[in-house]
């Protein structure tokens, strides 16, 4: 067990069913662009460690099974790191032919404005009964490529570069046939480029249509066209896989990832004659560009500055930050215990984007790890800090022992923190530090 009470405290909250709340929104502006998928919006949490991982094809020495990045429960039972935990039941339930997944998702990271130990993904799927299409008097690619013709055509410019499968980079199944993937691909690729289209330019006309006060993110020059690219990736859980990335105020922004769904796990959910595509994407990451959101935290507020900006029934506009609060950043150093350091002491977070879990991550270190820094931090002080960074590492000449030095940024988005109250979190973070994991001050 490695769950905080904090973090059980978030499960029933459930943001993405909140009415005029910004991921619900979201959710629904891209459930609107898949008409007769079933919708799932209410699976719980707590799932086993096979539905999470084993199911999945996760290698058993996977990093996302660590205790560094996932909350359990017990040996068994974890908080669900990704939707993806309930696509072998869905598959198995096959109550329809698409199907789209929304739900809160719990993993231990970084803390900034971008991370958040709870968050929201959609997860979707479209599959195709082999036999059904044989029936028919049709070839599965045929009955594919019918369907392919009815999703909407947009006029955005993809780069598409790389070959649908490659056999060493991004190999097709054993069991499909070239042409059949080529179909799965095809109907994927433009059923989540409609997607795409929707959702940017819904964020383009809300940064277009009057910017509140202030300096904002969003007012970098606005008026490029969409420009949207297929990049290869990995998933244990699908090949060929790809990723979609957005040009996005002058970034590549990775937005969702996706592939040809693993034979293995359709079979091991008794629809063996079913074929197709699955993909997964971060509600928060799309909700904070759609509304130019700045900060992860600001979804979990209660506050009405923020919760009676959205509406369902109004076109989607941008919104405007009440004053920024002042930030107060205190720092703490202290030594590794002896035994961590040889270890290799802290190992540094990857950046990974909310939905690469399967693609990022670093070998777990022994004996420390920076999350759970970040995880003590975070009970200690709640919503109050924005972020935490390792700011100097350093390691004696002479003993080996490794110093590590964290800033600490305290702001709350809601109010002013006093210079009484900020020390007093500090110190008892500081004193969490030595008491949980064990380093020694500096
Ligand atoms: N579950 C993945 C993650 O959180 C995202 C994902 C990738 C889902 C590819 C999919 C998929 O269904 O096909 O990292």
Sequence with gaps: MNTPSSILSAIPRRLHTQPDHPLTITRQLIESRFPGYKTHNELFPIVSVSQNFDSLGFPPDHIGRSRTDTYYLNRDTVLRTHTSAHQADTFRANESEGYLISADVYRRDAIDRSHYPVFHQMEGARTWDRRAAEQQGKTLAQVIWDDVAQIPKHDIDVEDPNPTFDAARNPLQEGHSPEETEAIAAHLKRSLEDVVVTIFNAAKQASDAGSPPGPHPADADNNEPLKVRWVEAYFPFTTPSWEL????????LEVLGSGVVQQSILNNAGVSNRVGWAFGLGLERIAMLLYSIPDIRLFWSTDSRFLSQFS?????RRFAPFSKYPACFKDVSFWLKSSSSAAGGATPLPRISPFTMAAGGVAPGQGFHENDV???????CGDVVEDVRLTDEFVHPKTGRKS????????????????????????????QLVDRLGVELR
């Design 404 to 431: 590590l030095c964290y800033r600490v940024n305290y702001r709350s988005l809601e109010r002013t923190l006093t210079n009484d109250e900020t020390n007093e979190l500090h110190e008892k973070f500081r004193q």
């Design 312 to 316: 369902a029934d109004s076109p989607i």
């Design 374 to 380: 970040m995880e003590v931090a975070r009970e200690v």
């Design 245 to 252: 990335e957005v040009f996005w105020q002058g970034d590549w």
